[in-house]
């Protein structure tokens, strides 16, 4: 089955400075990747997704990028902010079985 | 977007006794709603895919006797934790996908 392996497990970064979040997954057949933030005690919330027939996506301060043949994807966040701190998880899934797998999470940290 | 609720939002329990948690797509029909569990500062767990009119389909893993999940609407999943025990103590969240999965604020079951 599919496993995804999220890196690095905690993140501290400068107010101001971009944090970069890692995943690779082992299934080549997943297809959809979304990214979740998850704030303590909260729901994980959607933040961002890429689809297999795309390279790269981006949304105001967060970008995902996703290279197929090396079967990794990264979550860019530009110009952290405090409130960027949670823990971000990401996810893959394939057409058909809408399962999600998730990562290991990262712990961001901005510190101001 | 896409609201999804759980009730209860947390629950103790005698071990012995049965649980029932409820989760509710408020907004959308629901044809496929998830399980997760999810252990203090860890990921989540895909523990079942629930189907309206049909048997769930358990990770493996997942003893299904044990965790009954009904679904019986397209609004409404159910997850009854059986002669519960304390290490079934946990953070248990649900989701539902319109398109993405939505997640509920999830329930937190502590057995005594």
């Known amino acids: 089955g599919e496993n995804v392996e999220q890196h690095p497990s905690t993140l501290s970064v400068q107010e101001g400075d971009s944090a970069v979040i890692k995943c690779t997954y082992s299934?080549?057949?997943?297809?959809?990747f979304p990214w979740y933030k998850q704030e303590l005690g909260k729901r994980p919330q959607l933040i961002i997704d890429?689809?297999?027939?795309?390279g790269e996506k981006k949304d105001q301060r967060i970008a995902v990028t996703l290279n197929k043949t090396a079967k990794h994807f990264s979550l860019h966040i530009t110009e952290t902010q405090p409130e960027d701190s949670a823990v971000y998880f990401c996810?893959?899934?394939?057409?058909?079985?809408?399962?999600?797998?998730f990562g290991t999470g990262t712990r961001l940290k901005v510190l101001a | 977007g896409a609201v999804v609720s759980q009730h209860p939002s947390w629950v103790i329990c005698k071990s012995g006794t049965s649980v029932k948690i409820e989760c509710r797509s408020l907004?959308?029909?629901?044809?496929?709603m998830f399980w997760y569990r999810q252990f203090p500062k860890q990921s989540l767990m895909l523990m079942a895919t629930?189907?309206?009119?049909?048997?769930?389909?358990?990770e493996q893993g997942v003893e299904k006797d044990k965790f009954l999940i009904n679904h019986a609407s397209l609004t409404l999943s159910t997850l009854t934790v059986t002669s519960a025990h304390p290490e079934d103590s946990s953070f248990y969240i649900c989701?539902?996908?319109?398109?993405?999965?939505?997640f509920g604020p999830g329930t937190r079951l502590t057995v005594t």
């Open positions: 989701s539902a996908r319109p398109g993405e999965q939505y």
């Open positions: 299934d080549s057949a997943s297809n959809y």
């Open positions: 890429i689809r297999s027939n795309v």
């Open positions: 996810a893959a899934s394939k057409g058909g079985t809408y399962k999600y797998i």
């Open positions: 907004d959308f029909q629901a044809t496929t």
């Open positions: 629930s189907n309206e009119g049909s048997k769930a389909t358990y």
